[in-house]
């Protein structure tokens, strides 16, 4: 059998998070697995299985008590409604699970310029708690020790969730600096957060009326009126992925790919189309492979009223980087230059 797609696609059935009744459409994973194989967007040999991540990983982002409590189920009724999911030790397990993904994905799209993690993307995840169905943020994970690791200095985190990412802002403090204030409540903080071993400028397109409450300054904060229109998002998401590359070089982006924009979310209030997403997330890919920078992928949220397009809008986003991928390297352009 021959690869269907130039990357790799992770998956896991442990990505099932044992919810319950919930408005996180927890099948969502397993879905987005059989669509891409029944519509022969990917073929088995596309997929990759990661291993859960280690605790080792997990504590370069969270307090050692919040992860040891997690493992005891010494998780407090307060800590548990802030988290809105059920704790179990099968929770912790695919948290850890899709820990791993990102880390796995990571190594993965700085050797072939894209890959996914069919999961994670728990963006609202803080160091020393979960928060908004998200325990452990697996994309800080995966950054923090691909930065350890060497493989990478600076990161650039584009989350385009309907729901700003508080976690990734906290856990990735821009410094503090005079900030620009541009029309649209768009606002820039100069000089992201650095570090030894290397820097995060995190941008964040979200709505401005919904969850989380508080929203700890990103790099920039993207804050968009109840109602966005795909023409609306998309020329946002230009100037927030221009003004963000004119600050700064990242040797990798990671791409949080939301589905809850969409127009027929439960929880997102914006009214962007099937379509405008796909747009979306073509744009994401034009301007990152252009520029020959490797994109890791993962999912985050989505709650469309039928579950099946929840799962059409993540499949796009894999034949988007697809087709973006094929574009790219017609126009000579620097893909093959990943991996060496
Ligand atoms: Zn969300």
Same mark, same amino acid.
């Given at each position: 059998?021959?690869?269907?797609?130039?990357?790799?696609?992770?998956? %896991?059935?442990?990505? !099932?998070?044992?919810?319950?009744?919930?408005?996180?459409?927890? =099948?969502?994973?397993?879905?987005? %697995?059989?669509?891409?194989?029944?519509? &022969?967007?990917?073929?088995?040999? #596309?997929?990759?299985?990661?291993?859960?991540?280690?605790?080792?990983?997990?504590?370069?982002?969270?307090?050692?008590?919040?992860?040891?409590?997690?493992?005891?189920?010494?998780?407090?009724?307060?800590?548990?409604?802030?988290?809105?999911?059920?704790?179990?030790?099968?929770?912790?397990?695919?948290?850890? /699970?899709?820990?791993?993904?990102?880390?796995?994905?990571?190594?993965?799209?700085?050797?072939? &310029?894209?890959?996914?993690?069919?999961?994670?993307?728990?963006?609202?995840?803080?160091?020393?708690?979960?928060?908004?169905?998200?325990?452990?943020? #697996?994309?800080?994970?995966?950054?923090?020790?691909?930065? /350890?690791?060497?493989?990478?200095?600076?990161?650039?985190?584009?989350?385009?969730?309907?729901? %700003?990412?508080?976690?990734?802002? *906290?856990?990735?403090?821009?410094?503090?600096? *005079?900030?620009?204030?541009?029309?649209?409540?768009?606002?820039?903080?100069?000089?992201?957060?650095?570090?030894?071993?290397?820097?995060?400028?995190?941008?964040?397109? %979200?709505?401005?009326?919904?969850?989380?409450? !508080?929203?700890?300054?990103?790099?920039?904060?993207?804050?968009?009126?109840?109602?966005?229109?795909?023409?609306?998002?998309?020329?946002?998401?230009?100037?927030?992925?221009?003004?963000?590359?004119?600050?700064?070089?990242?040797?990798?982006?990671?791409?949080?790919? &939301?589905?809850?924009? !969409?127009?027929?979310? =439960?929880?997102?209030?914006?009214?962007?189309?099937?379509?405008?997403?796909?747009?979306?997330?073509?744009?994401?890919? =034009?301007?990152?492979?252009?520029?020959?920078?490797?994109?890791?992928?993962?999912?985050?949220?989505?709650?469309?009223?039928?579950?099946?397009?929840?799962?059409?809008?993540?499949?796009?986003?894999?034949?988007?980087?697809?087709?973006?991928?094929?574009?790219?390297?017609?126009? &000579?352009?620097?893909?093959? =230059?990943?991996?060496?």
């Amino acid at each position: 059998m021959s690869r269907r797609l130039p990357f790799f696609l992770l998956y %896991h059935e442990g990505y !099932y998070l044992p919810l319950g009744a919930h408005v996180f459409p927890a =099948q969502k994973y397993r879905l987005i %697995h059989e669509r891409l194989l029944e519509d &022969g967007i990917a073929g088995d040999e #596309d997929f990759l299985r990661p291993e859960p991540a280690k605790d080792q990983d997990i504590l370069l982002v969270h307090g050692h008590d919040y992860v040891e409590r997690l493992h005891t189920g010494m998780i407090t009724p307060q800590e548990e409604m802030q988290m809105e999911v059920p704790y179990s030790p099968e929770l912790v397990e695919a948290f850890w /699970l899709a820990a791993g993904g990102s880390i796995l994905a990571t190594t993965h799209a700085l050797k072939d &310029g894209v890959c996914f993690n069919i999961g994670g993307g728990f963006h609202h995840a803080c160091p020393d708690h979960g928060e908004g169905f998200c325990v452990i943020h #697996d994309v800080a994970v995966a950054i923090r020790r691909a930065q /350890l690791d060497g493989l990478v200095k600076n990161v650039m985190v584009v989350d385009c969730d309907v729901h %700003h990412g508080n976690g990734t802002a *906290t856990i990735f403090p821009p410094r503090r600096t *005079t900030s620009a204030p541009l029309p649209s409540g768009y606002m820039v903080q100069r000089d992201p957060s650095a570090s030894s071993s290397g820097s995060v400028f995190t941008i964040s397109l %979200h709505q401005q009326h919904n969850y989380p409450a !508080y929203k700890p300054p990103s790099s920039i904060d993207v804050n968009l009126p109840d109602g966005a229109t795909d023409a609306e998002y998309l020329a946002w998401l230009d100037n927030a992925l221009s003004s963000g590359l004119r600050q700064f070089t990242p040797d990798l982006l990671c791409y949080i790919a &939301g589905a809850d924009p !969409y127009k027929e979310d =439960q929880l997102g209030g914006l009214a962007l189309t099937i379509e405008g997403l796909k747009q979306r997330d073509r744009k994401l890919f =034009q301007v990152a492979l252009a520029k020959g920078i490797p994109v890791m992928v993962t999912y985050a949220g989505g709650y469309a009223r039928h579950v099946e397009d929840t799962v059409t809008i993540h499949c796009n986003t894999v034949i988007a980087a697809k087709e973006i991928t094929a574009e790219t390297q017609r126009r &000579g352009g620097q893909i093959e =230059q990943f991996g060496n």
